[in-house]
């Protein structure tokens, strides 16, 4: 999976699974731009990278702002002079105090797209024409499981993560002429900070023996991966790095799980 010499941006990059991409292309020897609304958390992960004897950069991106994304663009090509790799991790799960309602609302709905899907549109459409000059680039967009079966629990954030899988086959086609390669991940289950709110806002299991929230994601993983494990931010950024690197360069327009076998295609 050797990226050395290449540049990769990283949205969201500043905790979660885009710190485990970040750190899994720094690993494999590229310099990461990570790139993330909170700056502080961008900082911390950036000065991980630098850890790993690569250049690791925070920028400020807000992916709902056409300006942040062009200045971040601006800021990332003039500090590396080209961008490599492109990784749009920048995701949500429901609007301010989702957690507080039964159901999603619109709301919801139109902050999920916003950033889910528009924000993926708008840092590709910023990024790529600089891959079409150089006739080379590796664009990962961070789909989920959910993107391919609906839910009644979250109908917004599904439908958005299968938005962001058909977005990536249709950058796929319109990219492939310019040798440039776009593919989608699709993670499972990982105890992340948004994990976290899901499992405080509603237990995934009846709890008669009072199991903490992290107790309960672990029963949830046993009884539902056949793996019987629950996935990592590294899993998710050891596939990136290989997506990033020569070995796929045969692959575009594939969304692929790393599930546990919880889904199937």
């Known amino acids: 999976m050797d990226v050395s010499g290449k540049t990769a941006v990283v949205t969201g990059g500043g905790r979660g699974i885009g710190r485990g991409i970040s750190l899994a292309l ?8 990570v790139a993330d609304i909170i700056v502080e958390n961008a900082r911390g992960v950036a000065d991980e990278v630098g850890a790993l004897g690569r250049w690791g950069l925070a920028l400020s991106l807000d992916v709902t702002s056409q ?34 309602r039964e159901t999603p609302d619109e709301r919801d709905w139109d902050f999920i797209f916003e950033i889910n899907v528009k924000g993926i549109a708008r840092v ?14 590796k664009i990962i967009n961070i789909a989920s499981i959910a993107g391919r079966q609906g839910s009644s629990r979250n109908p917004p954030y599904n439908v958005s993560k299968a938005g962001v ?9 319109a990219l492939a ?39 309960l994601f672990e029963a949830h993983v046993q009884a539902q991966i056949p793996l019987g494990r629950e996935q990592t931010p590294d899993d998710i950024g050891n596939l990136a ?4 690197s020569e070995y796929a360069m045969n692959i575009t327009g594939q969304a692929i799980n790393v599930s546990g076998g919880l889904l199937m295609n």
Do not use: Y
């Open 177 to 215: 002429p310019h040798n440039i390669n776009v593919n989608a991940i699709c993670p499972g289950l990982l105890w992340t900070p948004m994990w976290e709110r899901i499992t405080a806002r509603d237990a995934m299991t009846p709890n008669p023996q009072g199991k903490t929230q992290r107790q």
């Open 67 to 100: 300006q942040s994304v062009d200045d971040m663009t601006a800021r990332a090509l003039g500090e590396f002079g080209a961008i490599d790799i492109l990784v749009n991790n920048a995701g949500v799960i429901g609007a301010a105090g989702w957690e507080s």
């Open 165 to 173: 899988i058909s977005l990536t086959q249709a950058q796929a086609q």
């Open 241 to 244: 790095a290989f997506l990033a």
């Open 124 to 137: 590709t459409d910023a990024i790529a024409p600089r891959m079409r000059e150089r006739r080379s680039g």
């Open 26 to 33: 720094a690993r494999n020897g590229a310099d990461v731009a």
